[in-house]
């Protein structure tokens, strides 16, 4: 945990000009059902900076979009158009992962060509051989056919570094697997969040998705990483609920309905409360949906009324713990905060995070969309592109492209420089 990238190959240790580098992003991004259309960037505009640095090179980029059995799995063909568009600068799109045809336009690129291989969870391996062992990664046809066809492995997907895939983490013993420049940054920003102890440190953990948020809760509190957790949306209301307060029939029905494991989640919340009664910090007023008038915590909630936002009061105490932190870590918006009638709590925290003079960390997919909506992105200290990956690394999870990265620099140390 915390580990900084002098654990890893960087890409300032080599001189990838003229070589053929095997590139690995994270470009999985939300798709417009109806369309097929990509719904947002961002993700691709993280990687740029990697990719220009390697614009001298024979550059093959690798990546993945979403999982079978989802509606938006999808070809990458149109991920290779936007990219190009964004870079202003062709690239080759071939729709498959290996096999001749990929292998002999590897083969007859020149420095500065740039080629985007298709989505590689089209490919059963990827999916069917995750978690496995190195050698059983080794034998599998995708290393077998790629690997040769490489001087080095850059791998930049950081949204996915806990996932033991083969086109993640197969290829550490074949090259010198290196970090990229998103993944230095992001490693770089926790670390630096991790590093500071004098003041209060808080966690703000909202949104939809408890489960996550209750895990980097207990994570959070038992290490000593934060002082305070303040919670919202239905993450808040997850802690009401496992205090005793009645949260309403709708907002009870939501939990349970999204999730199967609510029972322990909730008994996870009663003995968080009990054990750190003073640190957990929950919403004591809300607006509600569809009326749109204000409650307060422990009051009637009536059956067709559901928690949408943060009320006025929790705005200003939720304010006073943002203006005394030294460092915030923030994930999920406070309630509703597509509907403009219930975006003034998501609005108010994030613009009190936002003019604070601590370090702020704001990750998960909906924090970004609702910063970026509210033009405070660039206020931000940093906004990383992982969700889930940057949840369990602060979780103290294992990091398998992580330990990857750090098992080839073990192998592979001494051969900088160009010098493989």
């Known amino acids: 945990m915390g580990q900084m990238p002098s654990e890893f190959f960087t890409m300032d240790d080599f001189d ?23 719904m947002d960037f961002s993700r691709f505009s993280a990687h740029l900076e990697t990719i220009n640095e390697l614009r001298n090179s024979k550059l093959v980029i690798v990546a993945h979009q979403s999982r079978p059995g989802k509606d938006d799995f999808l070809s990458l063909r149109w991920h290779a158009f936007h990219l190009s568009t964004m870079l202003k600068k062709k690239i080759t799109f071939i729709d498959q992962l290996f096999g001749n045809e990929v292998s002999e336009a590897i083969t007859a690129m020149k420095p500065g060509d740039i080629i985007m291989l298709e989505n590689s969870r089209f490919y059963s391996e990827e999916v069917s051989l995750d978690g496995s062992e190195l050698d ?34 197969g290829f550490r013993s074949s090259k010198p697997n290196i970090a990229g420049r998103l993944i230095e940054k992001e490693i770089r920003a926790i670390s630096r969040f991790n590093s500071i102890t004098g003041g209060n440190k808080i966690a703000i953990l909202s949104g939809a998705k408890i489960s996550e948020s209750i895990r980097v ?10 002082d305070f957790v303040l919670t919202g949306g ?26 199967r494991d609510h029972s ?31 409650a ?27 203006g005394k932190a030294s460092a915030i870590f923030m994930n999920g918006p406070m309630g509703m905060y597509e509907v403009e009638k219930y975006s003034t709590g ?8 936002a003019k604070s003079g601590a370090l702020s960390i704001a990750g998960g997919g909906h924090t970004l969309s609702a910063l970026e909506k509210m033009d405070l992105v660039g206020r931000i200290s940093h906004a990383s592109t992982g ?26 140390s001494g051969r900088e420089n160009g010098h493989i």
């Open 346 to 353: 998501t609005r108010e925290v994030f613009s009190s995070v």
């Open 387 to 412: 969700g889930g990956a940057l949840i369990s690394y602060l979780s103290g999870d294992k990091m398998p492209v992580l330990d990857a990265l750090r098992e080839s620099k073990k192998i592979f």
């Open 16 to 38: 990838f000009d003229g070589r053929t580098v095997y590139l690995r992003l994270d470009l999985n991004s939300p798709i417009n059902p109806a369309t097929g259309e990509i």
């Open 234 to 259: 239905v993450v808040g209301n997850a802690f009401l609920s496992a205090s005793g307060t009645n949260i309403g029939k709708r907002s009870a029905d939501f939990i349970a309905k999204n999730n």
């Open 136 to 169: 059983v990664m080794a034998a599998s046809n995708i290393v077998k056919n790629l690997a040769p066809l490489f001087d080095y492995f850059v791998i930049d997907a950081f949204p996915a570094i806990h996932r033991p895939q083969i086109t993640l983490t």
């Open 296 to 322: 307060i915590a422990g009051s009637q909630i009536p059956d067709g009324e559901m928690i949408a936002d943060i009320g006025v009061d929790t705005i200003v105490r939720f304010g006073e713990f943002i």
């Open 217 to 226: 809760a207990k994570s959070f509190l038992e290490r000593k990483m934060v």
């Open 264 to 294: 322990e989640l909730l008994q996870i919340c009663r003995d968080l409360l009990k054990k750190y009664p003073d640190r957990i910090i929950t919403p004591t007023d809300f607006i509600l949906n569809p009326s749109g008038k204000r």
